[in-house]
């Protein structure tokens, strides 16, 4: 027993140093166990947060009545990110099923943003767009995303198998039609070559490929599901002359028998197109085929003039 008598007895001393060991760590961790708890109450509130977030967009119900025929209906667009800086103002474009469409102009002209809207990224502040007549604030995103075949700006391809990356959009695929699309795209070839072929591990973001096969292979992925409607965003900005021929040859036989939309800087991959929509600051200021467009002298004419070599650089791009 202690006594309040300031001497203390060894027995109880060796309790006093035992239940004092026992209980530091306890005392510790529950110090933690707080901190965790308070980091738990913070991290819940941000998802809570983000759940309750209404979509500013409301997905239609409709499906596209079969089969689709991907007509394409730009009908006075206008469009802004921030408030008060326009970036598509009043565009109209029609695009009838099975033409194939180029969309050209400088670097921030809007070109994408009209991709972005025909993808219902975002919804137009006036005007309406609509597929096969009917609105896409009225379909469905499985109906509307389903009939498009989308070729980005940026690849994006995920750590896996070369076949896996050409699937993703349809995991069901047989091994005939994942090869079959990889011809279409000119990229079987070069996918045989490959260390291990269609199973070759492509690395994070496809980094052991060269942007030409990554583009190839991003073709392929779209085709692959056989879209009425084809959308390339500049699918050959990032590629030599030998593989920006390969992509031409493959998007001669891709674009056959749908829709497509391709922009594209180099003007000498467009030639063909059934018609040509030059964009400046948000606004269409020519449209026709190459050869009409050319024989005016507007922004195009001049643009292939520059890219021709046909002049000495007075006018930039
Ligand atoms: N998410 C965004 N937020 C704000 N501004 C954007 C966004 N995306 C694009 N913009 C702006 O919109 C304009 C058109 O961009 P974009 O359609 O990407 O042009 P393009 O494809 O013709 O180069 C540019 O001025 C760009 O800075
Ligand atoms: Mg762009």
């Given at each position: 027993m202690a006594r309040l008598n300031g001497t203390l007895s060894v027995g109880i001393y060796s309790v006093l140093v035992f239940m004092t060991q026992r209980l530091l760590w306890p005392l510790t961790s529950l110090g933690e166990t707080l901190d965790q708890f308070q980091r738990f109450l913070a991290s819940t509130h941000r998802i809570q947060n983000l759940f309750d977030t209404k979509p500013q967009m409301v997905e239609g119900q409709k499906p596209l009545p079969t089969p689709i025929q991907g007509e394409i209906n730009l009908q006075n667009v206008t469009f802004s990110y921030i408030a008060g800086t326009p970036v598509l103002k009043g565009v109209?474009?029609?695009?009838?099923?099975?033409?194939?469409?180029?969309?050209?102009?400088?670097?921030?002209?809007?070109?994408?943003?009209?991709?972005?809207?025909?993808?219902?990224?975002?919804?137009?502040?006036?005007?309406?767009?609509?597929?096969?007549?009917?609105?896409?604030?009225?379909?469905?995103?499985?109906?509307?995303?389903?009939?498009?075949?989308?070729?980005?700006?940026?690849?994006?391809?995920?750590?896996?198998?070369?076949?896996?990356?050409?699937?993703?959009?349809?995991?069901?695929?047989?091994?005939?039609?994942?090869?079959?699309?990889?011809?279409?795209?000119?990229?079987?070839?070069?996918?045989?070559?490959?260390?291990?072929?269609?199973?070759?591990?492509?690395?994070?973001?496809?980094?052991?490929?060269?942007?030409?096969?990554?583009?190839?292979?991003?073709?392929?992925?779209?085709?692959?599901?056989?879209?009425?409607?084809?959308?390339?965003?500049?699918?050959?900005?990032?590629?030599?002359?030998?593989?920006?021929?390969?992509?031409?040859?493959?998007?001669?036989?891709?674009?056959?028998?749908?829709?497509?939309?391709?922009?594209?800087?180099?003007?000498?991959?467009i030639r063909d197109a059934d018609k040509i929509w030059v964009l400046e600051n948000g606004e269409i200021i020519e449209s026709g085929t190459h050869d009409e467009l050319t024989s005016q002298s507007g922004l195009y004419a001049a643009l292939w003039r520059v890219q021709t070599g046909a002049t000495s650089g007075l006018i930039s791009t």
């Amino acid at each position: 027993m202690a006594r309040l008598n300031g001497t203390l007895s060894v027995g109880i001393y060796s309790v006093l140093v035992f239940m004092t060991q026992r209980l530091l760590w306890p005392l510790t961790s529950l110090g933690e166990t707080l901190d965790q708890f308070q980091r738990f109450l913070a991290s819940t509130h941000r998802i809570q947060n983000l759940f309750d977030t209404k979509p500013q967009m409301v997905e239609g119900q409709k499906p596209l009545p079969t089969p689709i025929q991907g007509e394409i209906n730009l009908q006075n667009v206008t469009f802004s990110y921030i408030a008060g800086t326009p970036v598509l103002k009043g565009v109209s474009m029609h695009i009838p099923a099975g033409e194939t469409h180029a969309i050209v102009g400088a670097t921030g002209s809007g070109k994408s943003t009209i991709i972005r809207l025909l993808l219902r990224f975002h919804d137009p502040i006036s005007g309406q767009v609509t597929l096969d007549g009917l609105p896409l604030t009225d379909l469905s995103y499985s109906a509307l995303r389903g009939a498009i075949g989308f070729v980005s700006q940026d690849v994006f391809l995920f750590h896996g198998t070369v076949r896996e990356n050409i699937a993703y959009g349809k995991p069901d695929a047989s091994t005939e039609e994942i090869e079959a699309a990889a011809r279409s795209a000119e990229a079987h070839e070069f996918i045989l070559a490959l260390p291990n072929g269609y199973d070759t591990i492509v690395g994070e973001r496809g980094q052991k490929l060269s942007g030409g096969q990554r583009q190839r292979i991003s073709i392929a992925r779209a085709i692959l599901r056989d879209p009425a409607i084809l959308v390339l965003d500049e699918a050959t900005s990032a590629v030599d002359n030998e593989t920006e021929a390969a992509i031409q040859r493959s998007l001669a036989v891709v674009t056959k028998g749908r829709t497509a939309v391709m922009i594209a800087h180099r003007l000498s991959t467009i030639r063909d197109a059934d018609k040509i929509w030059v964009l400046e600051n948000g606004e269409i200021i020519e449209s026709g085929t190459h050869d009409e467009l050319t024989s005016q002298s507007g922004l195009y004419a001049a643009l292939w003039r520059v890219q021709t070599g046909a002049t000495s650089g007075l006018i930039s791009t």
